[in-house]
């Protein structure tokens, strides 16, 4: 019962991670139908950008969450800059499988750059000393409250995120801007703005799942987001990509998926389990769990 | 009101407008009726901004359209209930007419004109809740036009509003117009059905193959022998 509870735990754990990180993928989907490789580089912005500025928030005598919001900052800037500098122009000149391409280039282009800055390089960084510096201390209990704190947070955001896209104007105008490009003109909404804050909140998400990460697994290096944004990826595939409440479902999901198949099956067979799962899913059920067939509205 | 001098629009190699000119005067309903593939979408898409003229001058009360951003045009006070109706299925309807005031942040004023239009669209009101993409297509079309008066508009710009509705629907969404034109607007109406538009409307334009072929009170070319012969199937 306690290594079933624990698993769950895990599962969850790990579940809210992907989550976050699948919101990322499914708000861009959703808003202008492209995946967006680049978003699991984000991720390894996030947790760089923690990993050095929290000395200088020490240093500073400023809060440790500190650099957590220059991270959400960051990512969401870079996210912004992505999509008016690589993505807009390509969009408007070029076919769908252009922007795809672009994207894969982006993500590499991150990649590269970080190992490019001497103080990056191609080494894993050990992110141990900033939760310890942050007093964050990791219980080693079976119910950590590192485990509770990722997952409440998660939570959290999940459930203001969804709320702001049915409640308020701005979360409106990017429901319409998904479905409707030209009808959401026709209302006065700026296509283009609610595009770029799109990917800024998306993107913010990324900075988050990094703590999150981190706080589990204590190391950054650049290819850090490759794994992780391919699994949210699924997620995001999962519980129907473009929309909100499957990449919650499918990341965790996929979360537990992962953690019991390590459990009681074995570790190695965690990733096959993730993909069987998917591909069982997507026979059944094409446009993934809560999937609306969403046709490509012009 | 509007006035359309000499645009000319193309899709890339396709030259869809040649040099069209049209007016709409304040208070009238101006019907522009044509076959299909003719440019009438075109022409609208082209005033609300969706489209960029190459040459010629959009001007809405002296203002010059093609200098408003796309998105800023329904501030100008002219709203578009586009060809096929463009409602978004995944929302109620009530939050629809909604997005109808997106540019409007008064939540008095919103409620205002939602109320006027629950009045205008009996049925909308019964429906509030529904997803906008379960409605009918007679309802959609009823959305789609209260959306359009959300802003209190001076013009409308109405694309095939009888599109693929039944005679009965037909004749109610055309007594709608009219009871709009009454009410004061100012209506750009696109019909392929020519018969109920000129029937309606204070003057009109045929296009033909992206050019302005005749233009005239809607009672003279209802009895022209070629509008007849070609629109009217008489
Ligand atoms: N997006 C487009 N790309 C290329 N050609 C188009 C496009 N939209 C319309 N056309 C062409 O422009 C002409 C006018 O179309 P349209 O304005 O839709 O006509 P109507 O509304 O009178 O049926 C047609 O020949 C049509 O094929
Ligand atoms: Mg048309």
């Known amino acids: 019962m306690s290594t079933f509870l624990q698993t769950l735990f895990v599962g969850l754990r790990l579940g809210s991670i992907y989550a976050l990180v699948a919101l990322g993928y499914t708000m861009v989907y959703g808003i202008i139908r492209l995946i967006n490789f680049a978003h699991g580089d984000f991720i390894m912005v996030g947790g760089y950008t923690m990993i050095f500025t929290t000395p200088v928030m020490i240093a500073l005598e400023l809060p440790i969450w500190a650099s957590v919001v220059f991270a959400i900052l960051v990512c969401a800037i870079v996210g912004m800059s992505t999509e008016l500098i690589a993505y807009r122009p390509v969009r408007k000149k070029g076919t769908s499988m252009s922007a795809l391409i672009t994207a894969i280039a982006v993500s590499l282009f991150l990649e590269n750059l970080a190992q490019a800055i001497p103080q990056i390089g191609p080494n894993p960084k050990v992110a141990n000393q900033i939760f310890s510096a942050g007093g964050i201390r990791i219980v080693d209990v079976t119910l950590d409250w590192t485990t509770m704190l990722t997952i409440g947070i998660s939570v959290v955001v999940m459930v203001v995120l969804y709320q702001f896209t049915q409640k308020t104007r701005i979360g409106r105008a990017m429901r319409c801007v998904s479905e409707d490009k030209s009808a959401s003109i026709l209302m006065g909404i700026n296509v283009n703005r609610t595009i770029v804050l799109t990917f800024a909140i998306g993107s913010g998400l990324a900075a988050i799942a990094a703590l999150m990460y981190m706080a589990q697994y204590p190391k950054v290096y650049t290819t850090m987001g490759a794994l992780l944004g391919l699994k949210a990826f699924v997620a995001a595939v999962l519980g129907g990509i473009g929309v909100i409440p499957g990449a919650m479902l499918g990341g965790f999901v996929i979360g537990l998926v992962e953690s019991f198949t390590t459990s009681y099956v074995s570790s190695s067979m965690a990733d096959t389990f993730v993909f069987l799962i998917l591909i069982i899913v997507l026979i059944l059920k094409p446009a993934g769990i809560l999937g609306k067939n969403m046709g490509e509205k012009v | ?234």
Request: charged share 20%; hydrophobic share 40%; no cysteine.
């Open chain 2, 1 to 234: 009101m509007l006035e359309i001098k000499d645009i000319n629009v193309y899709y890339g190699a396709i030259h869809a407008l040649k040099g069209v000119s049209l007016t709409v005067n304040d208070g009238e309903l101006v019907s522009l009726v044509g076959a299909n593939g003719a440019g009438k979408t075109t022409v609208l898409h082209t005033i609300s901004g969706l489209l960029r003229t190459t040459t010629g001058e959009i001007l809405l009360d002296g203002i010059n359209l093609q200098k408003v951003p796309a998105s800023s045009i329904i501030r100008m006070g002219l709203a578009h209930v586009p060809e096929g109706r463009h409602i978004f299925s995944r929302m109620s309807v009530e939050e629809n007419l909604r997005m109808g005031a997106y540019i409007i942040n008064d939540a008095k004023q919103i409620n205002d004109n939602l109320e006027r239009v629950y009045h205008h669209f009996p049925r909308l009101k019964e429906r509030t809740r529904q997803l906008g993409g379960t409605l009918s297509g007679g309802e959609q079309q009823m959305l789609a036009t209260g959306r359009a008066l959300m802003t209190n508009p001076k013009i409308l710009l109405m694309d095939e509003p009888s599109m693929g509705l039944s005679p009965i629907l037909v004749n109610e969404i055309f007594s709608i117009i009219q009871q709009l034109h009454a009410s004061g607007i100012t209506i750009l109406l696109v019909e392929q059905n020519a018969k109920k538009a000129l029937a309606v409307a204070d003057r009109a334009y045929v296009l033909e193959t992206g050019k302005i072929s005749m233009s005239g009170s809607a009672g003279t070319l209802a009895e022209d022998d070629r509008v007849r012969k070609a629109y009217l199937g008489a």
